[in-house]
């Protein structure tokens, strides 16, 4: 069953600590996104990778860093350094780069 | 940096009214696409348009695109209580030269 797979579904973190958010697609796609949505708001883009080992900054990637080390999995990572972490964070792969996109779940991220 | 902007950002119809959104976007793009999202999900893929495309039609759902305007509508027509939901463009490059960028979303209620 083909598709995108993010986990957790919740997460909860304690300030200061870093966490990584999984992403896994067995599309073949070669693009991958990741986005933050905050309540009642549009995507936001902090990450996305064209090609396995490659990635490039979107418009908030302060706080975050990515890999690319196999084509299925884009991990997210969000360090201490995010001041404001709390929000639903979405992943999605592509066969290539600006055409449709599948989205995973989502992973709703919660700083306790 | 956001590219599309929709509007309204909200709206709310009767069940076999139609709906229409808006999105505006900033700079030159290949295609533009619309998706849906249900409440605490992610988002689903509704139609993809081209630049050199001016309309597209699937199913109850038609687009248009006036890239001399910048900007795309999607029309639902004979809407239903299934069709609420928050939908949202997507242009393949923003201003920031950043790949697959949303807007803000409209969200939609229809009322049975």
């Known amino acids: 069953d083909g598709g995108i797979t993010q986990s957790p579904k919740y997460l909860f973190r304690k300030e200061g600590q870093n966490v990584t958010l999984s992403c896994e697609q067995n599309?073949?796609?070669?693009?991958m996104y990741w986005y933050r949505q905050d309540p009642g708001q549009g995507l936001r883009l902090i990450y996305y990778?064209?090609?396995?080992?490659?990635?490039q900054k979107g418009d908030i990637a302060e706080g975050y860093s990515v890999s690319r080390e196999k084509k299925e999995s884009f991990p997210l990572t969000v360090t201490s350094a995010q001041k404001n972490p709390t929000a639903f964070y979405l992943c999605?792969?592509?066969?290539?780069?600006?055409?449709?996109?599948?989205f995973g779940q989502g992973t709703r991220l919660t700083v306790v | 940096s956001q590219q599309g902007e929709e509007d309204p950002q909200a709206l709310s119809i009767q069940e076999g009214e139609n709906a229409t959104m808006n999105c505006s976007y900033k700079?030159?793009?290949?295609?533009l696409q619309w998706y849906r999202q249900n409440s605490g999900r992610g988002l689903v893929h509704l139609i993809l348009?081209?630049?050199?495309?001016r309309e597209k039609h699937s199913g109850r759902l038609r687009v248009t695109l006036d890239t001399s305007k910048k900007s795309s509508s999607l029309l639902i027509t004979a809407s239903r209580a299934a069709d609420t939901a928050s939908y949202f463009c997507?242009?393949?490059?923003?201003?920031?030269?950043?790949?697959?960028?949303f807007g803000g979303g409209t969200r939609l209620m229809v009322k049975p």
């Open positions: 999605a792969s592509s066969i290539e780069v600006g055409v449709r996109a599948f």
């Open positions: 599309l073949n796609h070669d693009a």
């Open positions: 990778s064209q090609i396995v080992n490659d990635f």
């Open positions: 700079t030159s793009i290949n295609n």
């Open positions: 348009i081209r630049s050199n495309e």
């Open positions: 997507a242009t393949d490059y923003n201003n920031a030269g950043n790949m697959l960028t």
